[in-house]
């Protein structure tokens, strides 16, 4: 029998956890023929969600965990999955219920089709501010535009992966880590499907606007360095222009003997300058930054207490 598992990441959601776990009760009981496991993922939550968890755990032996030493954010918390993960492949859920438990049958089908990523897109983003809509419109442009593999729009965390893709994922350890552009970037036999995100079920959002312009930050650094090119081209541009201005005013002075009005165009020039120059070394230290990270060579998440699955052929493993 294949054995199916749910990887679900949780950050203080002592509230949702309740009402998730008859949810997916539901889909286990009208899928018996597949052996299953839920892994929760406690990434250091600060209310009871580990207690809840360990107690559902004991009364359902197909309910496994790993308890983070703390916070480590959720790309690192769904790494700790990939790696514990038991199952031939891995659905990773929200556990707010924003990624509808309902949809596991479909991409069930397309798995046993051959697929071996099927994500979901959402059709509509629930309800988020109108800016913060603009911006990750205006990241996903970006990063379209600018790296060499296509990046898809309106897609999230929420996919069944083939045990293939968890062992490619598995050997991608960058600390820095942008997971939805790893699921590109790894390639392999890919199906959407659609779906209507709706509205946390409980509790609140666990991002602020810092934190996702920081993940969208991540984003492009990781997977582009058309903005190192940029500040050169950029440069290049500028100097040409300066050159130019610089052959008009000494003709002008030559031939007219005009004193220039000096001010006004030095400062601006100046200020303009200093502000593409900051902007340049401003870039530069965030790949820097992320050399800094990477070259620490710490690992990307730490356990206080697990209780997990042996994944079963170990032959079809590729790693370790
Ligand atoms: N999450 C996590 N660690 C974090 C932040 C979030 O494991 O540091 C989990 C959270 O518990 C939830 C999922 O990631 O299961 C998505 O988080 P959230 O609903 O806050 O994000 P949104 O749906 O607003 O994008
Ligand atoms: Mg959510």
Known sequence: MKRVSIL????????SLPLLYPELLKIIEQNKNYEWEILFVNDGSKDSTIEIIKDLSNRDDRICYIDLSRNFGKENAMLAGFDYVSGDCVIILDA????????????????????????AKRKNRGKESWLRKQFSLAF??????????????????????DRCCIDAL???RETDRYTK???CWIGFKKKEIEFNRGDRVAGKSKWNFFKLLRLAIEGITSFTTTPLRFSTILGAIIAFGAFILMMYYLIKTFIYGDPIQGFPTLITSILF???????????LGEYLARVFNESKKRPIYLIREKRTKEFKNP??????
Not at 275 to 280: A, H, V
């Open 170 to 172: 598995k050997q991608l």
């Open 8 to 15: 679900i990441p949780c950050y203080n959601e002592e509230e």
């Open 315 to 320: 032959q079809n493993s590729t790693i370790k």
């Open 96 to 119: 707010d219920l924003q990624d509808p438990p309902s949809l596991i049958p479909d991409m069930l089908s397309y798995w046993e089709e051959g697929y071996e990523d099927v994500y």
């Open 181 to 183: 552009g790893l699921f």
């Open 140 to 161: 996903y442009r970006i990063l379209k535009h600018s790296s060499s593999i296509e990046m898809l729009p309106n897609t999230g965390d929420f996919r069944l992966l």
């Open 273 to 283: 300058l200093g502000g593409i120059q900051l902007l340049s070394i401003g870039i």
